[in-house]
């Protein structure tokens, strides 16, 4: 199970391998696990490092199954059932995590807790408990995914995408590409639109 990152990660196998991958929101993740997101932040765990010996039987009863319709309805349930019984998740958590999304990330976190009527300490504490993060690593979590995604939609320069997305400069869309990526914007989309590369600007 990988919590929020807020650094790039590299993954690599030996081999051929098959599985199901299951994306949840942050705090659909916290109703699952029943436990706070800063313990995983920035992590891989095994299943069982954060379920226990109920990780242990579900990775047995996944492998087990007769087939991939089984699997799907045996993740649906467990998920469902977990998610049920869990508590809800603070109001204050979601509103943020939602009114960050609004923006895109373009919110400063001050004004952010002024709206939720929060103080900053106390909005930083909830977010790294329900999400993992403080806001202010979220927003430019959100930023960057919103960068990718115009860039990916066509149609606009790396320049205008990090106008778009509020970039103050350059060197600040850069450095939060090094710190996502683990690349310049120009090397990225080298690895992700190959023979585009010369054609960053940026």
């Known amino acids: 199970m990988a919590g929020l990152h807020d650094v790039f ?6 081999g051929a391998q098959s599985g199901l991958q299951v ?5 659909g993740t916290r109703r699952f696990l029943g ?14 490092d954060v379920l226990g010996t109920a990780g242990s039987r579900l990775t047995a009863e996944l492998r087990d199954a007769p087939g991939w319709a089984a699997r799907f309805d045996l993740l649906d349930a467990i998920i469902a059932r977990r998610c049920d019984a869990a508590p809800a ?3 204050l958590a979601a509103a943020g995590w939602h009114r960050l999304g609004a923006t895109g990330g373009r919110l400063a976190i001050g004004t952010l807790a002024a709206e939720l009527a929060s103080s900053r300490k106390h909005l930083i504490a909830v977010f790294r ?20 995604r115009l860039y990916d939609g066509g149609g606009a320069s790396w320049v205008d995408v990090a106008y778009a997305c509020g970039y103050a400069d350059q060197a600040h869309f850069i450095k939060d590409f090094r710190r996502f990526a683990g690349a310049t914007p120009q090397a990225f989309l080298a690895t992700r639109h190959p023979g585009e590369g010369a054609a960053a600007t940026v």
């Open 23 to 27: 994306n949840l929101t942050p705090l």
């Open 89 to 91: 998740v603070s109001p």
């Open 9 to 14: 990660a590299l993954t690599e196998t030996c």
């Open 35 to 48: 436990a706070p997101m800063a313990e995983i932040a920035n992590q891989v765990v095994s299943v069982e």
């Open 129 to 148: 408990d329900q999400i993992g993060l403080p806001p202010k690593t979220v927003a430019r979590v959100l930023r960057f995914q919103r960068a990718i």
